[in-house]
Structures are given as structure tokens and as C-alpha cells.
């Protein structure tokens, strides 16, 4: 199916199921143990072997030698693979760097090895034998340091690195109020609950692995072209995973190696990434340095827009897209917008949540703040003052939606902004200073290809089969509610089977974009087969699908009956024309944070949160809700505590554990809000939806900034914000 002009009325609109707060149908399994994650798959393949990574020591430089004689004596040991016997190997379209290293080391923790054993302990300790002798080389590793070699990148996923509208040189010299800052974000790591994890086997030149992977088009791809072999011959199946955020996008040292495992065992082999080597091993967000300068006349129009970004990674990478809302969010005739790229040596830079607007924003919605105080305006007016309803680089392209203005007037509202004390560092609860803040919330709409297959019984029941997977987003469920709409069934008489590269390619997890065009597809599927349906029974065309039956007319006979000489199966694939281009299609929202900092320690406290979004039509409110705290979560989390320690002589992540890199629990975050405005957008998809698992990251940060200054008078511009950092600049006690 080919969508090319904005929806107009569908079964979706009747929004009997789709749209309605819906429990998770695999919510059961989940909670008695019984969904099968990667690792516990020991129903797949019998005599399972063990297998552990070998991280390389150095983040730079050559193997000289490596040792496996007592590695290969230690009890229980099958297998070790190395660069040197695993044949060879091509680097994966996906990758910055090789999954398995040597003798070229390319960054820290990258895998130099990989022990199979009969019993993970084995494997652990035999592990620990392997001696490996290095050639260290000297690295770059220091983002500040590196600033001035930095270049111009390639275009990202069709983003291009710098952009610029009108004279903004000019504009920003002669603009009556000025602001030229510079803002920090650290290196950020996935944190997801599930580690990377793979269980590997061969039937002859065939290989299934049971994996962690938001993608698996892509990575089926991905492993056919790294080991050289036809995709046909490679299954993906990843029915459930424990967590995602971009760090599973990607093959990993586990697919690859438990492959390779496999095939020197002469046996299945599974292998898990301890968290050091997620975190070592795997991709981050990556640090940025952020310039931006703001013109505007002395009643809050914005004439010029500044925002610069520089940021590091592997050689072939890419940069971090933080200036990427910054062409979209506020009006402005004259604007440049650039990034800058450095080489270094850590480890591969890449996406996790909302990449680029989440980085972005927490830079850009500080800067509006502080123009705001400068103009002596208030931060909500400055912001609705300069709203857009076009593209501000390409004034004649509308938006599709843009309800931004109102998201930030109903949170105010909700809120109780109106009782926000300008000054800052004068309203107090006791001991604790009290302040508030917000930000606009900003994320791009995209929709990929995505196809399904649907399939009927005579029972009546319906099954679905995509590749598409689920992150713990719900995916499962909201993929039910659109086919138990469009056949006219109850949720209970629906089958849903996702993440096995068996099926038909869907968009996958990843960017906001998988909720809308999954179900598109599967919507695409269900309006073949209802045609099936109809031509089966003799119905004209017009036929409605309710109750489990389709009526025409007089007629009414049971969906099943259609059935009735054996199961129906359609398949289709929703494709996209170039409504995307005429109309720029984002979401948008607002946060508010509520913040308490001791007066005498400096302590921050977040007491209270509210996200006001606009992002379509929501296809589950209930799951959407979860999906917008835990990032509203998240963003607390870089705001306040998430860092990665880099060691700058020796080029790693020296706190590459949940001990040393802290995130948020239960008694950091207080009560949360979401609320989601009634918005369908028909340009996005039949669905008239679109995503909004980043959108609730976005903006949350410098919310939260914001809110730690009204509370303290103290400004902090370099993440994460930590007491050491304006514990000297609080109010003095009275």
C-alpha cells in the first residue's frame, strides 16, 4: 500500500480498541517469567556451551602477542576464538568499529577473544588465563582538547551539518539583546536492564541466533555481510527485549562472537556482555560542547539563531545531531546552525534516546531562559512570542501539526506556573530553596516502510506476523488493538508474533518511529485481507467488519466462516510518497519541573514533574504514559547525576558499572504527570499517529536546570548539575 495523500476516514477512526488505555497483552508472561529474553532461550537448542568475551586492555595500539596455552588446559574449555582463527571477517555496515578486534585496537574493552566453555564459570575463569601482550599507541580521548581539529561531517540519515538562513552574522551583531553561551553534555550510557546477549547454532551452513536487537532487517544484513554468507541463510529471532534505548540498534560483540562460538563448538553458544563491556564495549551518547547565541529586539523577537556543536568518535563516525531542533523549534529570519566532528579513540559514539534533540535541548532550552531574564520576560511568553507554524529554513513548508504554544499553556496551567516567583533563590520550604522550571519538548515525526502479515482461522482468531520488535514499549499491544480494530474482533481473539526475521521487514524499534509505522503496516495487511474476506463470502466491498462477524446489508455472517476451507493470509507493505516532505511532521511538548535544593548542602531534590505532549493520535494512552515518565526519568537522570567518567591518559570509561554510573531509583522521582492533547495527524499514516517514546526526554534536562536556577540564583551550564558545581554560589542563610 502506498500512503501519498493525508488519510481521510478509516476503520481506525472508529476507535473502539485503538486509542483506549489497554492493558499489555504480554503483560503475564512478563510478570510470571515466562517471556523468553535471549539468554534464558533453553528451549531453542539443546547442549548449550558457554561462551565469555576477552575485552581488550588498552584503548589504542596492536596485539603484540597473545598466549592461549593456559586458557586452552582450564577445565571445561571447547573453543577460543580470536581475529587469528575466526576466518575472515568484514566490518558491518552498522559499525564504527570491527566486533572483533586484532590485531589493530581500536578502542577500549573492544572483544579480542572469546572463551567457550562447558559452564559459564569456566568460561569466566578461563577467561582470566588468556594473556595478551599490547603495543599501546597514543590516543586522542579529550573532547575540549580535541575542539580544534574537529571537521565537517558527512550528512547523518540525510541530516545535513551546518545550515544557514539569512545574514545572521549581521542580524546577531546589531540585535539590541544578545546571548553567547556555551554549554557541556557528558558521555552518556545505556543503562537498559537486559544486557546484549545472544544464543547461537548451526544447522549446517544455516545460522539462527536468538538475540537482543531492536533492528533485525538490519542485522540480518549486518551478520550476512561480517561473515560473509546470504542472509537467507541467517535467522534473528527477538521476541522480547529488556530494555533498548538505541544501544541495541546494532549487531554487538555478543551476536558475532556467539556465532563464531557456535561454529568452533561445533555446538550452540551463548553469550552475555558483563555490564563493563556494555558499557566499554558497546555504543553511547556521546559528549558535546555547544555554542549558541540568541539576537532579539527588546520586546522578545527573535532575529537571530546561533547554534553550534561539536562533538567526537571513532574514525568513520558520526556526529551528535545536537543543533537539529534548532532549525525547527523557534521563528527567526536569520539563523546558522553547524556541527563539527572530532577523531576519538573511545568508545563508538552513537544513538540512545532521542539522539540529537535530546543533547540539543538540553543546551538550547537553558539559553531561551537566560534570554528570557536578560529581556526581563517571562520564559513561557518568550517562547509562545516567537512560535512558527513553518519551517523557519523553509518558510513555505507548513507543519503538519504544530501545537507547541498550547502544550505550554495547558502544563502552565496544570502546573500552577502562575505562582512562580521570577526571582530567583527567595522561595523556601524550610530549608529547602524552591524552584521552578520548564522547556519546550521537540522531536521529528519519521515513518519507514514497514509490512505485516495477518492471518486467519476459522475460529476467527487472527494472527499477526511482523519482524517488528518490542522494547518494552508495548508494541505487542498496540499492534493487536490496530488489527482487532480493522477486522472487527476482540482483543482476546488476536495473536500477535514479533521479532523473528522469518516474517516480513517492519521499521523496526528505533527513533520514535516504530509505534506509527508498524502499525500502519499492519493496517496495510488487514485492509488485504478484509478484501479476502468479502471476496470469500460473496459481501460487497463496503462491508463492515464488527463483532467478530462482517455484515453487508442484510447479511451478517461470522468472520470465521471465511475461513470455514482453510486460514486466509494476506500480506502488504505501507510505503510512503512525499507527504513528509511538503509538510514537516514533529512532535511537540512542554515540561515542568518542581525542584527543592538544601540551603546548606546544596542537595537537589525533584518534587514534582508534568509533560504535556502533542504527538498524534496516541494508540495506547496507557502504555504511552509509560513510555513518557521513564524517559521524563531519564532526563532527570542527565540532568542531575549521568556521567561517564572518561580516563583522558588511558581512554576508557572508568565508571563502566551501575555502581559508579548512577541513574535514577524510586526515591529520586516523585510524582509524574503526563498529559496528551487530542491531536490526529492525517499526514502522517492511515494511523494518524506518531511516536512519542522521545519526546518525553526531550527538554526534561534543562527543565530541570531551570528550575535548580529559579531555586538558587546559581547558573549551571555544564552537565550533570551536582552540588560542587554552585554550592558556593547559593543564598546566604538569613
Same mark, same amino acid.
Given at each position: 500500500m502506498k500512503f501519498d495523500t493525508p488519510a481521510t476516514t478509516n476503520p481506525i477512526d472508529q476507535m473502539k480498541i485503538v486509542g483506549k488505555p489497554t492493558n499489555r497483552i504480554e503483560g503475564p508472561l512478563k510478570t510470571t517469567g515466562t517471556a523468553h529474553y535471549a539468554y534464558e532461550r533453553h528451549d531453542v537448542a539443546a547442549n548449550q556451551a558457554y561462551g565469555y568475551v576477552v575485552g581488550s586492555a588498552i584503548a589504542k595500539g596492536r596485539i603484540a602477542s597473545m598466549n592461549l596455552d593456559e586458557a586452552k588446559?582450564?577445565?571445561?574449555?571447547?573453543?577460543? =576464538?580470536?581475529?587469528?582463527? +575466526?576466518g575472515k571477517? @568484514?566490518?558491518?555496515?552498522?559499525?564504527? $568499529?570491527?566486533?572483533?578486534?586484532?590485531?589493530?585496537?581500536?578502542?577500549?574493552?573492544q572483544a579480542v577473544a572469546l572463551v567457550v566453555a562447558d559452564s559459564f564459570e569456566q568460561a569466566r575463569a578461563a577467561a582470566s588465563l588468556v594473556r595478551v601482550e599490547y603495543a599501546r599507541e597514543k590516543g586522542a580521548y579529550d573532547l575540549a582538547a580535541a575542539i580544534?581539529?574537529?571537521?565537517?561531517?558527512?550528512?547523518?540519515?540525510?541530516?545535513?551539518?551546518?545550515?544557514? =538562513?539569512?545574514?545572521?552574522? +549581521?542580524?546577531?551583531? @546589531?540585535?539590541?539583546?544578545?546571548?553567547? $553561551?556555551r554549554y557541556t553534555t557528558p558521555d552518556h550510557s545505556h543503562a537498559m536492564m537486559e544486557p546484549h546477549a545472544t544464543i547461537a547454532a548451526w544447522e549446517g551452513d544455516k545460522l539462527t541466533v536468538w538475540t537482543s536487537n531492536q533492528?533485525?532487517?538490519?542485522?540480518?544484513g549486518d551478520m550476512a555481510k561480517t561473515l560473509g554468507m546470504p542472509k537467507e541463510n541467517i535467522r534473528f529471532d527477538s521476541p522480547y527485549i529488556g530494555g533498548g534505548f538505541g544501544g541495541k540498534l546494532f549487531n554487538r560483540a555478543d551476536v558475532l562472537l556467539a556465532a563464531l562460538g557456535a561454529k568452533a563448538a561445533k555446538r550452540p553458544v551463548k553469550v552475555a556482555l558483563p555490564r563493563p563491556l556494555m558499557i566499554n564495549n558497546t555504543t553511547h551518547r556521546p559528549a558535546t560542547i555547544q555554542r549558541i547565541r540568541l539576537g532579539a529586539t527588546a520586546d522578545g523577537k527573535l532575529t537571530a539563531v546561533g547554534h553550534e556543536s561539536w562533538s567526537g568518535d571513532l574514525p568513520g563516525g558520526g556526529p551528535e545531531t545536537a543543533v537539529a531542533q534548532t532549525r525547527l523549534l523557534y521563528a527567526g529570519e536569520n539563523r546558522m546552525t553547524a556541527m563539527r566532528l572530532a577523531v576519538l579513540d573511545l568508545p563508538e559514539g552513537n544513538a540512545m534516546r532521542a539522539p540529537g534533540e535530546a543533547p540539543g535541548l538540553m543546551a538550547l532550552e537553558i539559553a531561551v531562559d537566560e534570554?528570557?531574564?536578560?529581556?526581563?520576560?517571562?520564559?513561557?511568553a518568550l517562547r509562545v512570542l516567537n512560535d512558527t507554524q513553518v519551517d523557519p529554513e523553509k518558510p513555505s513548508r507548513p507543519f503538519s501539526q504544530r501545537q507547541?504554544?498550547?502544550?505550554?499553556?495547558?502544563?502552565?496551567?496544570?502546573?500552577?506556573?502562575?505562582?512562580?516567583?521570577?526571582?530567583?533563590?527567595?522561595?523556601?520550604?524550610?530549608?529547602?530553596?524552591?524552584?521552578?522550571?520548564?522547556?519546550?519538548a521537540f522531536r521529528n515525526n519519521i515513518n519507514g516502510p514497514s509490512a505485516a502479515r495477518v492471518r486467519l482461522a476459522k475460529s476467527g482468531v487472527v494472527t499477526v506476523?511482523?519482524?517488528?520488535?518490542?522494547?518494552?514499549?508495548?508494541?505487542y499491544t498496540i499492534i493487536a488493538q490496530t488489527a482487532a480494530e480493522m477486522m472487527g474482533v476482540p482483543l482476546d481473539k488476536v495473536v500477535v508474533k514479533l521479532g523473528d526475521s522469518a516474517f516480513p521487514v517492519s521499521a523496526g524499534s528505533g527513533g520514535q518511529w516504530g509505534a506509527n509505522s508498524s502499525t500502519a503496516g499492519v493496517y496495510a495487511a488487514c485492509v488485504k485481507l478484509r478484501e479476502a474476506v468479502v471476496a470469500k463470502l460473496g459481501l460487497a466491498s463496503d462491508a463492515v467488519f464488527a463483532d467478530s462477524k462482517v455484515k453487508a446489508g442484510r447479511r451478517s455472517v461470522a468472520l470465521g466462516d471465511a475461513a470455514a476451507d482453510g486460514e486466509l493470509v494476506a500480506e502488504d507493505n505501507m510505503e510512503y510518497g512525499d507527504l513528509a516532505e511538503k509538510f514537516q511532521q514533529s512532535t511537540f511538548g512542554a515540561h515542568f519541573v518542581e525542584v527543592g535544593v538544601d540551603a546548606m548542602t546544596g542537595e537537589i531534590r525533584v518534587r514534582r514533574m508534568l509533560a504535556v505532549c502533542a504527538a498524534g493520535r496516541i494508540l495506547n494512552p496507557k502504555a504511552a504514559r509509560s513510555q513518557v515518565i521513564g524517559a521524563m526519568t531519564m532526563g532527570a537522570g542527565a540532568a542531575l547525576m549521568e556521567e561517564l567518567a572518561v580516563d583522558k591518559r588511558f581512554g576508557f570509561f572508568v565508571n563502566h558499572d551501575l555502581a559508579g554510573y548512577e541513574v535514577p531509583v524510586h526515591a529520586d522521582i516523585p510524582h509524574q504527570d503526563v498529559i496528551f492533547l487530542d491531536e490526529a495527524d492525517p499526514t502522517t499514516s492511515p494511523m494518524k499517529a506518531k511516536g512519542v517514546g522521545e519526546l518525553g526526554i526531550c527538554g526534561v534536562a534543562a527543565a530541570v536546570a531551570n528550575a535548580v536556577y529559579n531555586a538558587t540564583g546559581?547558573?549551571?551550564?555544564?552537565?550533570?548539575?551536582?552540588?560542587?558545581?554552585f554550592i558556593d554560589k547559593l543564598p546566604e542563610m538569613t
Open positions: 588446559a582450564a577445565p571445561g574449555v571447547i573453543a577460543i =576464538v580470536t581475529a587469528d582463527n +575466526a571477517l @568484514a566490518k558491518g555496515d552498522f559499525n564504527t $568499529a570491527k566486533l572483533l578486534g586484532g590485531p589493530t585496537i581500536e578502542h577500549y574493552h580544534d581539529t574537529a571537521v565537517k561531517p558527512k550528512a547523518v540519515f540525510g541530516t545535513e551539518p551546518d545550515t544557514s =538562513v539569512g545574514d545572521f552574522a +549581521a542580524a546577531f551583531a @546589531a540585535a539590541p539583546v544578545q546571548l553567547d $553561551a533492528m533485525i532487517a538490519w542485522s540480518v534570554l528570557a531574564e536578560k529581556l526581563g520576560m517571562d520564559p513561557i507547541l504554544n498550547k502544550c505550554m499553556q495547558t502544563g502552565a496551567e496544570k502546573f500552577g506556573w502562575a505562582k512562580r516567583n521570577p526571582k530567583p533563590g527567595v522561595t523556601r520550604d524550610g530549608r529547602w530553596l524552591v524552584g521552578m522550571g520548564m522547556a519546550a506476523e511482523t519482524d517488528m520488535t518490542d522494547i518494552g514499549t508495548g508494541s546559581a547558573r549551571v551550564r555544564n552537565y550533570p548539575i551536582t552540588l560542587d558545581k
